[in-house]
């Protein structure tokens, strides 16, 4: 069994004390107490070792291994050493393994204070034996793992260092699978959140969490919270297929919320993670080669976003696999799916997110919409994902840019679609009359709220009750150019329609579930809601 431990790191009794409580209400299974920064009273510990309502680890972690605590040397292991007096003992007492082969004093002080083969006391308590890395995979990392495994007093092995990339989190899944004792194996920083979420799927001893996102006490370290509810901790098990979201940056995404809670209502055996990978093809390659291959990890698709749309038609097209027709004619791809054969697949669910979000707002089929015209405002990767799925409809497609050039870069590269797509100058908006108004451009996007992509362009003809306005931005819900829009009787549509679509889409070829859409939308604006309310967005 895995365990879900809480880190509190102790300024006082009552703060601890409280904390620990937090933590057994959130339902954790053990509290760890880092007492780095209290260390003067033994008696005052073992007080809170007897009342904690769960079972607790103790640690006082130094400097020179990543913790707070500056003092004696003498004075920590004499400390740790008398916690085991009380009524009630600690589970586990971590200490560092540079520290316990350093000195004969301190090995025999530490061995006296917890039970091992050759103990003669009554103490109950566990040794962790650890080694942390703040800078990067240690390069003694497998000589550290034989050391603690070959002492006798160690019950625990713990190795810790910071990820360098999404490959590391492999290593210490191969640690924790090949384990000669009880054995923990953690990546920090925000790439290591894989080793955090995943420990139980291959059977760690445990995982660290923070009682809030003001807690943690160690890089990136997810809360109680996020790794039972947003991760599904409880429903994680050997056979759990992993998912994520692959872009750089990607730690706002909020499709970790939605496809876990799609995962949680389907009762289907996932978990979706976030995927932090460089923009270097180079970099996406080794990543995603490595965790196909890893075939415990059962890595299963991933919702791919900027700036990788591009390398992932280029990998799959190395690799073998499958570039469905519509990912190619854009360019670009958004989904990666493998089957349980090994079989890749990449397609683009963004177009159709797009297509079928403006249907639904005008009650329309899709085949309805020859004919019409459609104003798009932007050229990068969006706007063209938009102009292929209305122009495969033959709806004649008009690109509006600020850079005319790129305007007509994107109108000449994708001729003889359908529909007409020709470039046009932003100034010459305000001529338009369109029936459907995009905006695939971010302005307008938190944090800058006030901007809008049409403010001295607006349209003459045209524009009113009947016209679609539709933006692709979803933070926030109500942009200036919607509000804007709907105060002159227009359609809006915002940009959460297209980001719950596509994932809904990415859902069902993962799943072979239809997607909970209704569920998607309140979780987004359900979030949104909430961050507003708490003066964060």
Same mark, same amino acid.
């Given at each position: 069994?895995?365990?879900?431990?809480?880190?509190?790191? +102790?300024?006082?009794?009552?703060?601890?004390?409280?904390?620990?409580?937090?933590?057994?209400?959130?339902?954790?299974?053990?509290?760890?107490?880092? =007492? &780095?920064?209290?260390?003067?009273?033994? @008696?005052?510990?073992?007080?809170?070792?007897?009342?904690?309502?769960?079972?607790?680890?103790?640690?006082?972690?130094?400097?020179?291994?990543?913790?707070?605590?500056?003092?004696?040397?003498?004075?920590?292991? #004499?400390?740790?050493?008398? *916690?085991?007096?009380?009524?009630?003992? $600690?589970?586990?007492?971590?200490?560092?393994? #540079?520290?316990?082969?350093?000195?004969?004093?301190?090995?025999?002080?530490?061995?006296?204070?917890?039970?091992?083969?050759?103990?003669?006391?009554?103490?109950?308590?566990?040794?962790?034996?650890?080694?942390?890395?703040?800078?990067?995979? $240690?390069?003694? !990392?497998?000589?550290?793992?034989?050391?603690?495994?070959?002492?006798?007093?160690?019950?625990?092995?713990?190795?810790?260092?910071?990820?360098?990339?999404?490959?590391?989190?492999?290593?210490?899944?191969?640690?924790?699978?090949?384990?000669?004792?009880?054995?923990? #194996?953690?990546?920090?920083?925000?790439?290591?959140?894989?080793?955090?979420?995943?420990?139980? %799927?291959?059977?760690?001893?445990?995982?660290?969490?923070?009682?809030?996102?003001?807690?943690?006490?160690?890089?990136?370290?997810?809360?109680?919270?996020? =790794? %039972?509810?947003?991760?599904?901790? &409880?429903?994680? @098990?050997?056979?759990?297929?992993?998912?994520?979201?692959?872009?750089?940056?990607?730690?706002?995404?909020?499709?970790?919320?939605?496809?876990?809670?799609?995962?949680?209502?389907?009762?289907?055996?996932?978990?979706?993670?976030?995927?932090?990978?460089?923009?270097?093809?180079?970099?996406?390659?080794?990543? =995603?080669?490595?965790? =196909?291959?890893?075939?415990?990890?059962?890595?299963?698709?991933?919702?791919?976003?900027?700036?990788?749309?591009?390398?992932?038609?280029?990998?799959?097209?190395?690799?073998?696999?499958?570039?469905?027709?519509?990912?190619?004619?854009?360019?670009?791809?958004?989904? !990666?799916?493998?089957?349980?054969?090994?079989?890749?697949?990449?397609?683009?669910?963004?177009?159709?997110?797009?297509?079928?979000?403006?249907?639904?707002?005008?009650?329309?089929?899709?085949?309805?919409?020859?004919?019409?015209?459609?104003?798009?405002?932007?050229?990068?990767?969006?706007?063209?994902?938009?102009?292929?799925?209305?122009?495969?409809?033959?709806?004649?497609?008009?690109?509006?840019?600020?850079?005319? &050039?790129?305007?007509?870069?994107?109108?000449?590269?994708?001729?003889?679609?359908?529909? %007409?797509?020709?470039?046009?100058? *932003?100034?010459?908006?305000? @001529?338009?009359?369109?029936?459907?108004?995009?905006?695939?451009?971010?302005?307008?996007?938190?944090?800058?709220?006030?901007?809008?992509?049409?403010?001295?362009? %607006?349209?003459?003809?045209?524009?009113? $009750?009947?016209?679609?306005?539709? @933006?692709?931005?979803?933070?926030? *819900?109500?942009?200036?150019?919607?509000?804007?829009?709907?105060?002159?009787?227009?359609? +809006?549509?915002?940009?959460?329609?297209?980001?719950?679509?596509?994932?809904?889409?990415?859902?069902?070829?993962?799943?072979?579930?239809?997607?909970? *859409?209704?569920?998607?939308?309140?979780?987004?604006?359900?979030?949104?809601?909430?961050?507003?309310?708490?003066?964060?967005?």
């Amino acid at each position: 069994m895995t365990h879900l431990a809480v880190s509190i790191m +102790v300024h006082d009794l009552a703060q601890a004390s409280s904390a620990a409580i937090r933590a057994a209400e959130q339902g954790a299974d053990l509290v760890e107490f880092r =007492i &780095d920064r209290f260390t003067q009273d033994a @008696d005052a510990l073992i007080k809170l070792i007897e009342n904690s309502p769960l079972p607790c680890i103790v640690t006082c972690r130094p400097q020179w291994e990543g913790g707070d605590y500056d003092g004696e040397e003498q004075s920590r292991i #004499a400390l740790l050493a008398q *916690l085991h007096q009380g009524l009630r003992q $600690p589970a586990y007492i971590d200490f560092e393994l #540079a520290a316990y082969q350093q000195s004969d004093q301190a090995r025999r002080k530490i061995n006296q204070a917890v039970d091992h083969p050759g103990q003669v006391g009554t103490t109950t308590t566990g040794l962790i034996l650890s080694s942390h890395d703040m800078d990067g995979r $240690p390069v003694d !990392l497998y000589q550290c793992i034989e050391a603690m495994a070959a002492t006798r007093a160690c019950r625990v092995i713990k190795i810790a260092w910071m990820a360098r990339s999404l490959r590391d989190n492999l290593e210490a899944f191969e640690i924790i699978s090949q384990r000669h004792k009880p054995t923990i #194996a953690l990546c920090m920083g925000e790439a290591g959140l894989p080793s955090r979420v995943l420990a139980k %799927k291959f059977g760690a001893l445990l995982t660290f969490a923070a009682i809030d996102e003001n807690s943690g006490t160690a890089p990136g370290q997810p809360t109680v919270q996020q =790794i %039972k509810n947003l991760y599904r901790w &409880d429903a994680v @098990d050997a056979e759990t297929r992993v998912y994520g979201v692959i872009g750089w940056p990607v730690g706002h995404s909020l499709s970790p919320t939605i496809h876990n809670a799609g995962f949680d209502q389907a009762a289907f055996n996932g978990v979706y993670l976030p995927m932090p990978i460089p923009p270097a093809y180079e970099h996406f390659k080794a990543t =995603i080669s490595s965790w =196909i291959d890893a075939s415990t990890l059962h890595f299963r698709g991933a919702s791919v976003t900027l700036p990788h749309k591009e390398n992932l038609i280029r990998f799959v097209e190395e690799v073998g696999g499958q570039v469905d027709a519509l990912a190619a004619q854009i360019g670009a791809a958004n989904t !990666l799916t493998i089957t349980e054969d090994g079989t890749l697949a990449a397609s683009n669910t963004d177009s159709d997110a797009a297509l079928t979000a403006v249907c639904h707002a005008m009650n329309i089929t899709t085949s309805q919409l020859e004919g019409r015209r459609v104003a798009l405002i932007g050229a990068g990767g969006v706007a063209r994902a938009v102009a292929v799925a209305f122009a495969r409809q033959k709806a004649t497609v008009v690109v509006y840019n600020r850079t005319y &050039d790129r305007a007509i870069a994107l109108a000449n590269s994708l001729t003889g679609i359908g529909g %007409k797509i020709v470039p046009a100058k *932003l100034e010459k908006l305000c @001529d338009s009359c369109c029936q459907i108004y995009i905006n695939c451009t971010p302005i307008g996007m938190h944090p800058n709220t006030n901007a809008t992509p049409i403010e001295a362009t %607006k349209p003459t003809k045209g524009w009113g $009750p009947g016209t679609v306005v539709f @933006d692709t931005i979803y933070n926030p *819900l109500s942009t200036r150019l919607l509000q804007e829009a709907q105060a002159d009787g227009c359609i +809006v549509i915002n940009g959460v329609e297209m980001f719950v679509r596509q994932a809904a889409a990415q859902f069902a070829l993962w799943t072979g579930c239809e997607a909970p *859409l209704d569920l998607f939308r309140r979780t987004i604006t359900d979030h949104f809601t909430d961050t507003q309310i708490n003066g964060a967005g």
